[in-house]
């Protein structure tokens, strides 16, 4: 079968569609420049959402990227980030936060300090800016307030047992309960982003709010798995909340997950209504990955991330705007 194909004249021609090509796109528009970008979305789901800059060094874990950011200066000058200014990363990471969140998924605005964001098996890890419907969940860790986490029969990916009995040392007052997801048979399995669409839908929210309110016993807060909506998460997240009177919030679960589908999805629709029509690697994957798993230093691959994403990318498309202004 004959493959059609067509021509497109662009000033910039974006190839890739991970979290680089997104935001690389984000600010050629932003630059006015007609942009095409090329590739397949699918990778991007395997995000947990979070927006990484600079969270760990040695065996440590960084509540100050930018002091982190110094350090790397000194020992890995030829590092990605130590070749751009701080002034740049502050601006690329603010503009790209800023877009997405006008886009319908709003993001936390990064700041001096890293976020200590809540992981599925009830894990810790700095982050630099996280979904708005995961941020109750730190400022209720950071207070000590007694949780309720739920999960769901059948639910891939999070299990709030296993979350409760991993943070409970350091977070005393959290409670796990199993609850039945709606009009779903028990035995089944339940994916997060079935369950994510279901929840758009109004009635199904107030369900899930009649089942939850019997659970709370006095509980502060309200820790579910990331499942408040594919599209629009911001209004699904806050109906939920007025539903059940206390905070709610999101924890992400093992990928694909859902706040990754949502910036997927968001792209895919945002783009085409703004005009929109390498980064280097090994030559193998042999050295992204250290002989052990659970090294405690972590991975060479653990390096890149977020914010060599959005960072190059800003700078790259600075180098690409001021190319064509010259032509």
């Known amino acids: 079968m004959k493959r059609s194909s067509r021509t497109v004249d662009t000033e910039l021609a974006v190839v890739g569609t991970g979290l680089a090509g997104f935001a690389a796109s984000i600010f050629a528009l932003d630059r006015g420049l007609s942009v095409a970008q090329v590739g397949n979305t699918g990778a991007i789901a395997y995000t947990t959402g979070y927006f990484d800059l600079f969270g760990a ?23 990605p980030l130590s070749r751009i200014e701080a002034a740049d990363i502050r601006t690329a990471f603010g503009r790209f936060t800023e877009a997405v969140s006008a886009m319908g998924v709003t993001y936390t605005a990064p700041g001096d300090d890293n976020l200590t964001a809540l992981l599925p098996a009830g894990v810790l890890k700095p982050t630099f800016s ?52 709606m009009g779903l048979d028990s035995g089944r399995p339940l994916f997060p982003e079935v369950a994510a669409r279901a929840l758009e839908v109004a009635p199904n929210r107030e369900q899930l709010a009649d089942l939850l309110k019997p659970h709370l016993n006095g509980a502060g807060a309200v820790g579910l798995p990331a499942v408040l909506g594919v599209h629009r998460p911001d209004d699904v997240h806050a109906a939920l909340q007025a539903l059940l009177g206390v905070p709610v919030f999101e924890v992400p679960t093992l990928p694909p997950a859902v ?58 498309v600075e180098a690409a705007a001021d190319i064509l202004q010259e032509a």
């Open 57 to 79: 060094e040695g065996t440590g874990k960084l509540l100050d990227p930018w002091a982190g950011l110094a350090g790397l200066r000194e020992s890995e000058p030829d590092h």
């Open 259 to 316: 706040p990754g589908i949502r910036l997927r999805e968001m792209f895919e629709h945002a783009f085409p209504a703004r005009g929109l029509a390498l980064v280097a690697q090994p030559e193998t994957r042999e050295a992204w990955h250290r002989e052990d798993y659970l090294d405690a230093r972590g991975h060479p691959i653990n390096r890149a991330g977020a914010g060599v994403a959005i960072a190059t990318a800003f700078k790259a």
């Open 130 to 181: 996280v979904p708005a419907t995961m941020l109750p969940g730190i400022e209720a860790r950071a207070r000590g307030t007694t949780v309720l986490i739920v999960d769901f029969t059948g639910l891939q990916g999070f299990s709030a047992a296993e979350f409760v009995a991993n943070l409970s040392p350091a977070w005393p007052g959290l409670a796990a309960r199993t609850l039945d997801f």
